[in-house]
């Protein structure tokens, strides 16, 4: 044994097989035998599936929180919107399975993980951005941006605009000037 816990040993299960599988192979079942345990261990931890979803969606949100980080020091409150803008698009492309379980707050309200506490700060750093822009109505413009670019990086995983926009980044910087003005 390395002296990983059993819970961070179902988390990391499930992180691999979501982005290795899918979604539709993130069973408890599948997640055990990938642990080496019995169906009922995970129960000592997770009381539910979600829970252990949950649980998995958080390492997904600190990765996307970490990805986002500090943008580049000198940049513009705009520019550095783009920068994020660009980084959120990244990670979606890059790990759309875990991009997809992190927003599914039908399966993971109230499963605990403390989903809210890692995404409000995301949130919060957009609309400080925005209010560094000197853009009137902050919060809105702040849930108007980050739904175009969520939507976007949604329509790109789905391969939704590959006949439209083969460079669906390129769009990001209008996204951006457009909820400014």
Sequence with gaps: MDGTSLRDRLVTAGVELLEEEGMAELSLRAITRRTG??????????????????????TGLADLAARLGTPTE??????????????????????????????RHDLLVGAGGNLRDISLP?????????????????PTRTIALWTNLHGLATLT???ALDLVSPNPAALIPTLVHTHLT
């Excluded at 000592?44 to 969606?57: G, Q, S």
């Excluded at 940049?75 to 997809?100: D, H, I, K, S, W």
């Design 37 to 58: 345990v019995s169906h009922g261990a995970p129960r000592r931890y997770f009381p539910t599936h979600n829970a252990l979803l949950a649980a998995i969606a958080a």
């Design 74 to 103: 000198g940049a513009t409150a705009e520019e550095q919107l783009v920068e994020l803008g660009t980084r959120y698009l990244q990670f979606a492309q890059e790990r759309p399975a875990m991009f997809q379980l992190i927003f």
């Design 157 to 159: 995983i789905t391969n």
């Design 122 to 138: 995301l949130i919060a750093n957009l609309t400080t951005l925005i209010e560094q822009t000197g853009a009137t109505d902050p």
